[in-house]
């Protein structure tokens, strides 16, 4: 069969980037699920489907995700190619008893976070954002800024010792501020003091920096007890998802002197960020912008689009996640 009769049908969730959408458009017979007739076309359309990628929601602007509802209607389904390295959005233990193979975007995206998170701490520590608005509100005649909490006495935590975590840990060496981190098993060759349990390097720690995967095994682990076990000196930095940090509890803890103060990058419910979060001044908020510049999302675009290529071309995917197949069978 030659390339131009070989185009598997490909359902695209939402809308992604225009290189990945013309490459997607080259190769497969890209059909939309949110176009305004996406019931009849899964009715229709659902059982040729052989592959997934997954967009943003074009209504809400938050993530689509691929539930196990959706991929019962998708019989021929063989592969989610997700773009991001997180995929909680996609229905992991559905997809594996299917055998459908989720990709996503590890790796091309650690710099990148690590950067922002780094960046996030310390714009937080230092309010820089609410120096900026400072001058821009005119008060600087009228007075200094005032003083600002600082990184020269911490000790940082990071939640999650993955690729991320360890990027961030490298430029976190360069501060010359003690580091230990939690995951569930110590990373081998590491020096950084590992606890196994949260609570505990909460106590020890006033700085924590979260950056694991969202879904069941994570959900709400910052939850209230730990915001306390960092105490009115600590500062909590998310960049993982919004589902690990218990929201409500967070706002409390910022808003009853339980922390100090919290940088942001992910929500609960993205993209609605709770009004209490926003009223208050010791937080600093950024709509998801970990990896968001020109070079890391089109390597991560690019990255989506060669995982989709490899396997119709009949060869592995190129990052596979761990729980569902490696490639076709
Ligand atoms: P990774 O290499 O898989 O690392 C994940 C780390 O989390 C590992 O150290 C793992 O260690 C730990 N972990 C996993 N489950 C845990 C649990 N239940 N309790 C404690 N620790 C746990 O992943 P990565 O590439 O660093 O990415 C991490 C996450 O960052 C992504 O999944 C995504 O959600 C988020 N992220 C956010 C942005 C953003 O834009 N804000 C960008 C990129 C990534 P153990 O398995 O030993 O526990
Ligand atoms: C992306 C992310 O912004 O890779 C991830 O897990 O959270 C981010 O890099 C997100 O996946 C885009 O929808």
Redesign the pocket.
Known sequence: MSDAENRPDLLQTGPMMPMIEAQLAEHFTVHRLDAPDADSLLAQLGPRIRAVATG?NSTSGG?TRVTGALMAKLPALEIVAN????YDAVDVADAAARGVIITN?PGV?DDE?ADLSVALLLATLRRVPQADRFIREGKWPKGSFPFSATLRDRTIGIVGMGRIGQTIAKRLEGFGRPIAYHSRRPVPGLAYAHYPELIAMARDVDALIVIVPGGPATQNMIDAQVLAALGPNGVLINVARGSVVDEPALIKALQDGTIASAGLD?FADEPNVPEALRAMDNVVLLP?I???THVTRNA?GQLVVDNLLAWKAGKPPLTPVPETPRSAT
């Open positions: 943003v993530k773009f991001g390295v997180g975007t995206l976070v992910v998801h970990a990896s968001a991560m």
